[in-house]
Each structure stands twice: as C-alpha cells, then as structure tokens.
C-alpha cells in the first residue's frame, strides 16, 4: 500500500514538474474559475445557471480583457502600464466628440482611437526603453495626461446619437441554443456584443504571438533576466519598446470596445481600469517581477475578478467597499498562492542540482 501511494506521489510530482511556471499558474486560475462557477450554479440559485450570465460577464468586461492583455505584455517584459484607464477614458471622450459634434463616422472614430493608442505606445516605449526612465513613473504621468485630456476635449458626460454607431452599438450576435425563459414564459435567445468577438480574437492572436513567435520569446527572455536577453543577442531595448507599443495598441483597441459598450463620453469613464488589469494579469499567473505570464490565463483572470464581484452582489453585499475588498483578498490570496510555488519550484530544482554536483564531484 505504502509503495503505490509513494509511486501515485512521485507520478503527481513529475507531472508538477513538467509544467511550466506560467502553465502551472494559469492552470490554478483556470480551475479557481470552474469551482467558483459551480459554486454559484449549487448555492446560489438560477441566475448562474442561465448562460446569459456567463455572457453578460464576457459582453460587460470585454474592454478589460484587452486591456489587460496590453498589460500581461508589459509584465512579462518586467514592466508596467497604469496609463491604460485614463487611455480608455480620452479614447471614449474623443470618440464621442467626434461622431456627434463633428458627424463623424465609426471608421474614422477607430482610427482616431487607434491613433491615441499608438501614440502613448511610442512615447512611453520610447521614455522606457531607450531613456530608461522608470515605468511606474512615466504611465503615472501618461495617465495623469490622460485623464487631463479627457476634460479639455469635453468636460460634460454626453450619451452618443450617432446613427451609424447607435446601430453598432445594440447589435447583438446570437448563440443558438443557448437561450432561456423569462418569469412571462418567453423565450429570450442568449447573446454576446461585437466586443467580445473582438477581446476573443486579440487573446487568440496574443497567445499565438507569444508561445510560437520568436519576439514573442524574447518577451519571456527580457523579464526573465535582461542581462541574460543580452548575451543571447536579443535586442532588449527594442523588445521593450516593442511592448508598451502593442499595449498602447491594445489600449486604443480596448476603450473603443469600451465605448462601443457604454455609448458616451465622459472623464470618469474606465476610472480603475488599470488596477482590474494589474489584477486581472496577476490573479491569471503573470509575476509582477516578469518571465511569467500566459494570455489564456489573464482572460480567466479578468473572468475571475468578474465571476466573484457577482457572487458577493448575489450574497447581498452591494455596498461599494464589499467590492474592493473581496477583490483585494482574491488578489492577496493569489499573489500568496504565486509566490509558494515559485518558492517550492526553486527549492526542488536546487535539491535536484545537489546530487548532479556531487556525482560530478566524485569522478
């Protein structure tokens, strides 16, 4: 009994061991989710059951998925990004401004946001990687820039009427099958918003681009060890510059998708985004210290942070502060999760170099 429990241990911990530390990670935020859901599905009543729930999750943090897809890429390189809330915020001003005090059109309201978001990619990449400025300092400054211009461009809040854009704003994309029965005993047919087509699409690419591109693996080798980057020939300035400029992109993407959900304008829009990002990048299985990170593990991780602020508002914990902190403790609790396996990792592959020295020792 004793041989096959001992066998069973060193299966499980050979299976441990070939994962990586970023699919293990994101593996444990992935099974967190599933466990959280079921839990809602068995004590919490119908509402969770309904797939429109889950849908509702996906079609209210679609722009968080992206932008925390922006900034999982600048921690792997060992950075970060806190500009991306008040990019989504003047994003969504501009675009509003422009469609409906300028008659716009929704192509020209994209490329406006597209172009706000490369240009905080290149100027802040720029400060990083090639002046070497702190990152924590320079986004602070593009946020505060942001958030500033948000207010020039227009200082009142304003719901967009816009025709073209009001059409691309309610339409919905139907999933057969999946939908349910109100309290009347109609049949409402379930249904995502274009966003989440578009939030779906960019973590697939992403996570293409990392795993089987070789800028994608630089990204790993830069926030693993820089000086390491260096010796293997990898470009570790451009590699960064690299990165705040896809998440400048990224961040353009993600508040018109923001504002294609809300429909106006205003400064306060998106206020916080970038700390649900941080969280939803680490609560996915990216170290804040770089060289680990998975795209398929932030989305889970922004789906997490979501999943639980609904529990708590289904327990009848509406109050704001209920909020912060259950979002603080999930935060706590898998930065404590992260930095144990981290820790127990290390120390099995240093127990596992001993007996390689010592028999190197010995011949």
């Given at each position: 009994?004793?041989?096959?429990?001992?066998?069973?241990?060193?299966?499980?911990?050979?299976?441990?061991?070939?994962?990586?530390?970023?699919?293990?990670?994101?593996?444990?935020?992935?099974?967190?989710?599933?466990?959280?859901?079921?839990?809602?599905?068995?004590?919490?009543?119908?509402?969770?059951?309904?797939?429109?729930?889950?849908?509702?999750?996906?079609?209210?943090?679609?722009?968080?998925?992206?932008?925390?897809?922006?900034?999982?890429?600048?921690?792997?390189?060992?950075?970060?990004?806190?500009?991306?809330?008040?990019?989504?915020?003047?994003?969504?001003?501009?675009?509003?401004?422009?469609?409906?005090?300028?008659?716009?059109?929704?192509?020209?309201?994209?490329?406006?946001?597209?172009?706000?978001?490369?240009?905080?990619?290149?100027?802040?990449?720029?400060?990083?990687?090639?002046?070497?400025?702190?990152?924590?300092?320079?986004?602070?400054?593009?946020?505060?820039?942001?958030?500033?211009?948000?207010?020039?461009?227009?200082?009142?809040?304003?719901?967009?009427?816009?025709?073209?854009?009001?059409?691309?704003?309610?339409?919905?994309?139907?999933?057969?099958?999946?939908?349910?029965?109100?309290?009347?005993?109609?049949?409402?047919?379930?249904?995502?918003?274009?966003?989440?087509?578009?939030?779906?699409?960019?973590?697939?690419?992403?996570?293409?681009?990392?795993?089987?591109?070789?800028?994608?693996?630089?990204?790993?080798?830069?926030?693993?060890?820089?000086?390491?980057?260096?010796?293997?020939?990898?470009?570790?300035?451009?590699?960064?510059?690299?990165?705040?400029?896809?998440?400048?992109?990224?961040?353009?993407?993600g508040g018109f998708v923001y504002f294609m959900h809300v429909g106006s304008g205003s400064a306060t829009h998106a206020a916080g985004a970038e700390m649900n990002a941080i969280a939803s990048s680490i609560i996915g299985g990216t170290m804040l210290t770089g060289g680990v990170g998975n795209i398929i593990g932030t989305l889970f991780g922004v789906l997490s942070l979501a999943l639980i602020q609904n529990i708590v508002s289904s327990i009848g914990l509406d109050q704001a502060w209920w909020?912060?902190?259950?979002?603080?403790?999930?935060?706590?609790?898998?930065?404590?999760?992260?930095?144990?396996?981290?820790?127990?990792?290390?120390?099995?592959?240093?127990?596992?170099?001993?007996?390689?020295?010592?028999?190197?020792?010995?011949?």
């Amino acid at each position: 009994m004793s041989q096959k429990f001992l066998t069973a241990d060193k299966s499980r911990r050979s299976f441990l061991g070939s994962l990586s530390d970023t699919n293990l990670l994101m593996s444990i935020t992935i099974i967190v989710f599933f466990a959280m859901y079921l839990f809602a599905i068995f004590a919490l009543g119908s509402g969770f059951q309904k797939a429109q729930t889950f849908f509702n999750i996906l079609n209210a943090n679609a722009a968080l998925i992206i932008l925390s897809c922006g900034m999982t890429l600048v921690m792997i390189t060992g950075g970060i990004d806190i500009s991306v809330g008040g990019m989504a915020a003047l994003v969504s001003m501009c675009s509003a401004v422009y469609l409906d005090m300028h008659s716009g059109s929704v192509i020209g309201a994209l490329l406006i946001s597209l172009g706000i978001g490369l240009a905080f990619g290149l100027v802040q990449g720029y400060l990083i990687a090639y002046l070497d400025i702190q990152p924590f300092i320079v986004t602070l400054a593009g946020m505060f820039f942001a958030r500033g211009m948000t207010t020039i461009v227009n200082t009142n809040p304003f719901n967009v009427q816009n025709e073209e854009f009001v059409k691309l704003k309610e339409a919905r994309i139907i999933i057969p099958g999946l939908g349910s029965y109100n309290k009347r005993g109609e049949y409402i047919d379930a249904y995502i918003e274009i966003g989440v087509i578009v939030a779906l699409v960019v973590v697939a690419a992403l996570f293409v681009f990392l795993k089987w591109t070789k800028t994608g693996r630089n990204f790993y080798a830069v926030g693993g060890n820089k000086q390491s980057a260096l010796m293997l020939g990898i470009n570790v300035k451009r590699t960064t510059f690299l990165a705040y400029l896809m998440c400048g992109f990224l961040g353009g993407i993600g508040g018109f998708v923001y504002f294609m959900h809300v429909g106006s304008g205003s400064a306060t829009h998106a206020a916080g985004a970038e700390m649900n990002a941080i969280a939803s990048s680490i609560i996915g299985g990216t170290m804040l210290t770089g060289g680990v990170g998975n795209i398929i593990g932030t989305l889970f991780g922004v789906l997490s942070l979501a999943l639980i602020q609904n529990i708590v508002s289904s327990i009848g914990l509406d109050q704001a502060w209920w909020t912060g902190i259950t979002n603080a403790s999930m935060l706590c609790i898998f930065l404590i999760v992260q930095s144990v396996i981290i820790a127990r990792r290390k120390k099995a592959n240093l127990s596992a170099s001993r007996p390689a020295e010592v028999k190197g020792a010995k011949k």
